[in-house]
């Protein structure tokens, strides 16, 4: 489709800092807000898409701002319907398996907003635009149970998610083994039957330590040992799946398609979690997805809830999607949970709008 009122005439940035209802801790963060830097294509039928990437505590946040300013120049001029071609262009253009993380989550906020209003240039959802296959996705609970979190706090996550609907929640390990374990049960306890127990250990292990510790997380009925080891160890991470009963879940620290293809490859995971922003956006989040099914492995989104559901809602192979409302404060819609799993929006686009007032609020000089 070449209709020049589908030309993208122009791509902004805004720079915002979200504070989190309370500073989470895991193995290898202390978090209290995060920096993000939001993106509007706008084409020339006024029509505009909307995306944004993040960094923690706002750490190098200018840097990602300049970055996106300047990969604009790869978009503007083309039609919102070129996606592909655009991320060629930068391929070509900046090789970004080469500089990785400012030049990717820049880009990746870019071809966010670019599907969001070819989306909205046809008054489809995105889902629907690229072939829908289901309006609901699994999910579970993320925004709690942190590493740093005490007793009473876990106990007070649990009942407030199982008000919620979840029907699976995460919890952050990393302490010692009976600590953690202690932790699990309390939260067991509290959730009741019918609840799925994550873990996340944050590349907290090495491979023999993980092993020990996934093997008594299994029979505490623990069923997901997410980067168990060292994000880029696909030979540990191998290791670790090969001698579990339950599913090991990473790939949420790597970069674009070659950075999952590399986990598949080494059999390294039974879930591969693209995140949007590392993996490059939504062109190479569903090439991703496309290389996971051919091995048969299901996809779970790491972070951007809001954003992944269009994947989940297209994707046969989505297993879950990661809940988590960090950035729920910028958005004028909300995810919404419905027995245990969240509906895939039928709003023109990815379906969340940026809070202009909650925009303003946030704002940063």
């Known amino acids: 489709m070449h209709d020049s009122g589908a030309l993208i005439e122009n791509i902004s940035t805004e720079v915002v800092l979200v504070p989190l ?54 978009a503007i001029g083309r039609s919102v319907f070129e996606a592909g071609r655009i991320w060629a262009d930068v391929w070509g253009a900046i090789n970004p398996t080469g ?30 635009m690229w072939g829908a296959v289901t309006d609901r996705v699994d999910a579970y609970a ?20 199982t008000e919620m609907g979840f029907r ?27 609840i799925a127990i994550y873990t996340d250990a944050n590349q907290a292990f090495e491979p023999k330590e993980a092993i020990r510790r996934g093997l008594a997380l299994a029979d505490a009925g623990v069923t997901w040992f997410e980067e168990p080891v060292a994000a880029g160890d696909f030979a540990g991470h191998a290791m670790v799946r090969a001698a579990l009963p339950i599913d090991v879940a990473s790939g949420e620290t790597e970069y674009t398609r ?13 879930v591969l979690m693209p995140d949007l922003q590392r993996v490059g956006g939504y062109t190479e989040f569903k090439v991703a997805a496309s290389a996971a099914a051919a091995k048969n492995v299901p996809i779970s989104s790491h972070f951007f809830t809001e954003y992944s559901l269009a994947v989940g809602g297209s994707e046969v192979g989505c297993r879950t999607i990661e809940s988590i409302d960090w950035f729920q ?23 969340f709008t940026f809070d202009r007032k909650a925009v303003a609020h946030h704002a940063i000089d």
């Open 168 to 194: 699976a929640v995460k919890i952050r390990v990393g302490h010692d083994l009976p600590t953690d374990l202690e932790r699990i049960r309390t939260v067991q306890s509290e959730l009741g039957d019918g």
């Open 142 to 161: 993320s925004a709690g149970f942190w590493l740093s979190d005490s007793t009473e706090t876990l106990v007070g996550e649990a009942q407030r998610f």
């Open 99 to 128: 500089h990785k993380g400012v030049t990717v989550a820049g880009f990746s906020a870019i071809d966010t907003a670019v599907w969001d209003a070819a989306a909205k240039t046809v008054g489809l959802p995105l889902h629907r």
């Open 258 to 270: 070659f950075g999952m293809q590399q986990y598949l490859d080494a059999g390294s995971v039974d």
């Open 329 to 351: 404060p910028l958005f004028n819609e909300a995810p919404e949970l419905v027995d245990g799993q969240l509906v895939v929006p039928d709003r023109p686009g990815h379906g």
């Open 21 to 74: 209802t309370r500073p989470v801790g895991t193995s290898i963060h202390q978090i209290e807000s995060v920096g993000c830097v939001l993106v509007t294509v706008r084409t020339a039928d006024g029509v505009t898409g909307e995306g944004f990437c993040f960094t923690i505590d706002g750490a190098r946040i200018r840097a990602f701002d300049e970055m996106v300013k300047g990969l604009a120049q790869f």
